[in-house]
């Protein structure tokens, strides 16, 4: 099975899901990221799965973006890069040639 965490208004989450066909979709504005994926995600990825090009990331205080990243995420689930996809308990995070080559 995979798992897809975007938003629904995401391009890239959208390109990711025509190309992956059936995939069980989670929008993270909504549902938000289990925590246990939260912290195998980010033990895999660091750094990488928090998206400091973001609007919600401009908008945050110093004083909020001196948090660990994983507390911000748990906290702001749309400052995750996206597409997070999770095949089998294998993650992917982005949708580059790379990951679209692996799951393709």
Request: glycine content about 4%.
């Amino acid at each position: 099975m995979t798992k897809l965490y975007g938003l629904k208004n995401c391009d890239t989450c959208r390109k990711a899901m025509k190309s992956l066909g059936e995939v069980v979709f989670v929008d993270v504005r909504q549902e938000g990221v289990p925590d246990l994926v939260l912290e195998k995600a980010f033990e895999q990825f660091k750094d990488a799965l928090l998206n400091r090009k973001s609007t919600k990331w401009r908008n945050l205080s110093e004083e909020d973006r001196a948090q660990a990243p994983l507390v911000l995420l748990k906290a702001h689930p749309t400052l995750m890069k996206r597409p997070l996809i999770d095949r089998d308990g294998v993650y992917y995070l982005g949708w580059s040639k790379d990951v679209q080559a692996a799951l393709l």
